[in-house]
């Protein structure tokens, strides 16, 4: 019984994202006119709880363990959401849409070592996050489910990145070497 309630709560919770995300369309493009290769953007909190869902289905987690779960796992994502906000805060696309390697080569050497200490701040301060919310998982799960926490996390990353280049690459148009266009193996599709 406990297992039907735990896909019944799964189901419900990706139901109410879809849902929302729904709405949200509706809302954007009220009139009843149907718009011509829009896509529907999910919130990030939309985002985390699916993944959410799926982590609770994934690990097998029972009810109680399961509530206890959603709370340290969307808080976990709000810290180090607010980390990678800190050091990639959104910028302005630029209307005459440099390539990566015209905005490098107009970086003087200063900027160029402040992004690469940037980005050793990043990751310290993602490893302290992770280090502080282990112990919060460890009081709810085991060792491996942990890891599979984990390992969803550098999928999911992996995943957008996949998705970024097969748009295109990254804003200002494809990098040299990374062709955009459809993944080989994913027909189109998402992996996830």
């Known amino acids: 019984m406990c297992k039907v309630m735990k896909k019944l709560v799964v189901t419900i ?9 729904s709405e949200a369309f509706a809302q954007k493009n009220a009139g009843g006119q149907k718009p011509q290769g829009e896509k ?3 919130t990030r909190e939309q985002i985390v709880d699916i993944q959410c869902s799926k982590l609770i289905e994934e690990l097998e987690l029972d009810d109680a363990t399961a509530a206890k779960f959603s709370v340290i796992f969307k808080d976990y994502k709000d810290q180090l959401f607010a980390v990678k906000q800190k050091y990639h805060p959104k910028k302005e ?8 390697e015209q905005a490098f080569a107009r970086k003087t050497d200063a900027e160029i ?11 310290r301060e993602i490893i302290d996050v992770r280090e502080s919310f282990y112990p919060k998982f460890k009081s709810i799960l085991n060792p491996r489910q942990i890891v599979k926490v984990y390992r969803q996390e550098k999928n999911n990353h992996a995943g957008m990145k ?24 994913y027909g ?5």
């Open 113 to 123: 070592e402040k992004e690469i200490l940037d980005k050793f701040a990043e990751s």
């Open 40 to 42: 529907v953007r999910l």
């Open 162 to 185: 996949n998705e970024q280049m097969a748009r295109g690459g990254m804003p200002g148009g494809p990098r040299p070497g990374f062709g955009g266009g459809q993944r080989p193996g």
């Open 13 to 21: 919770l990706a139901l109410l994202a879809v849902a929302a995300g």
């Open 188 to 192: 189109g599709q998402r992996p996830w």
């Open 93 to 100: 696309v630029k209307a005459d849409a440099e390539s990566e």
